[in-house]
């Protein structure tokens, strides 16, 4: 079992792109059925429960690919463009 106070210690990664998304600063449940829907997270490396200008961008729980040590791995939006790149 985990704590919520754990997972908000967590970066968000995310594996499409390798972009580092920020912290958890919310976390929406269903009471009713005991579980966690969303997370809304910041990218300005603010911690606090709340994001500071009350922004925030959703990760559905359904997204999570794998919560990690120190970071917790998500799959959303589009992959990275490796043309952008002179490799």
Do not use: A, P
Not at 30 to 35: A, F, P, R, S, V
Not at 41 to 51: A, K, M, N, V, Y
Not at 54 to 81: P, R
């Amino acid at each position: 079992m985990i704590r919520v106070s754990d997972i908000m210690e967590k970066e968000i990664i995310n594996v499409k792109n390798g972009k580092r998304m920020g912290f958890i600063t919310d976390i929406d449940m269903d009471i009713n059925e005991g579980k966690i829907m969303s997370f809304t997270i910041t990218g300005d490396g603010g911690r606090g429960l709340f994001s500071r200008n009350g922004e925030g961008q959703v990760v559905f729980f359904s997204d999570i690919l794998k919560i990690g040590c120190d970071t917790i791995i998500v799959n959303i939006g589009s992959e990275l463009n490796v043309d952008q790149f002179n490799i």
